[in-house]
């Protein structure tokens, strides 16, 4: 494998049709590389949770992937409209999903925790009006 | 156990994807991100959102297997997406609990503890 793999998405907004694509397009990649099942599993889960935040809440974003022998990084950025309370937006439960988007079974207020929580490294900047950016990383042991 | 012979043991309709899949045990709700974090690989999810989410959060989190319940249909983009990716989706006319349970059974699975 090369020292570094750059992988580059774009998350288009409000298609719940194609939410996922890069997610299941990552761990294709991930699993060729021979990277331990378990931080395959993680990563998908933190991506995918990331690609229906953006596709729900920011009218779409961008998505970098870096690939190395020790861990997969990815950020989300998005010029959504960003997020006034992260503490309060960060617990379960909590959710702002319009019920269009409930009634397909999204909207549990579980997107930022998943993320958190399948994620070995967790950063969230945002700010009102101009967007949200977040830095996940998932360690290969 | 395998799912062509759960579904068989069960009764379950065979909708989509290739019958390759062992089963070992069994996660029930329609809350995408819940199943996302929640259900474990190998488990038969029980469910009754039929769209195409559902077989990619399925086809993300390696389920074995989608049983979509209460007799409700899958949508065809969902169809189209098990086939793609692999996703094997069967249906069943019983509630989720009852298939649920009714798998579970016929998985020998133990009680949870209280």
């Not at chain 1, 774009?10 to 194609?18: A, K, Q």
């Not at chain 1, 378990?38 to 809440?57: C, T």
């Not at chain 2, 259900?39 to 297997?65: I, P, Q, R, S, Y």
Request: charged share 20%; glycine share 10%.
């Amino acid at each position: 494998m090369p020292d570094c793999i750059y992988l580059h998405y774009t998350v288009p907004g409000d298609d719940f049709t194609r939410a996922g694509e890069a997610s299941a397009d990552l761990k294709l990649r991930l699993k060729k590389l021979g990277i331990p099942p378990e931080a395959v599993r993680k990563v998908s889960i933190a991506l995918y949770e990331g690609e229906i935040n953006l596709a729900i809440h920011a009218h779409g974003g961008e998505i970098d992937v870096q690939i190395t022998d020790d861990a997969v990084c990815m950020t989300l950025s998005d010029q959504g409209p960003g997020i006034a309370d992260i503490p309060l937006a960060m617990s379960e439960g909590y959710s702002t999903a319009p019920d269009e988007v409930r009634s397909l079974g999204f909207g549990a207020g579980m997107g930022l925790p998943n993320m958190k929580k399948y994620s070995d490294e967790f950063d969230i900047q945002s700010t009102v009006g101009v967007g949200t950016t977040i830095k996940m990383a998932v360690h290969v042991d | 156990m395998k799912t062509v012979d759960l579904a068989v043991a069960c009764g379950f309709t065979h909708a989509a994807g290739e019958q390759a899949h062992l089963v070992h045990g069994i996660f029930a709700g329609d809350l995408l991100s819940w199943a996302m974090g929640r259900a474990k690989e190998g488990d038969a999810w029980f469910t009754v959102m039929g769209n195409v989410n559902t077989v990619a959060v399925a086809a993300l989190a390696d389920c074995a297997c989608v049983v979509l319940c209460h007799g409700a249909e899958w949508d065809t983009i969902a169809l189209q997406k098990a086939k793609e990716q692999g996703v094997e989706l069967y249906c069943s006319p019983l509630p989720e609990f009852e298939a649920a349970y009714l798998a579970a059974a016929k998985l020998n699975l133990p009680l949870p503890q209280a």
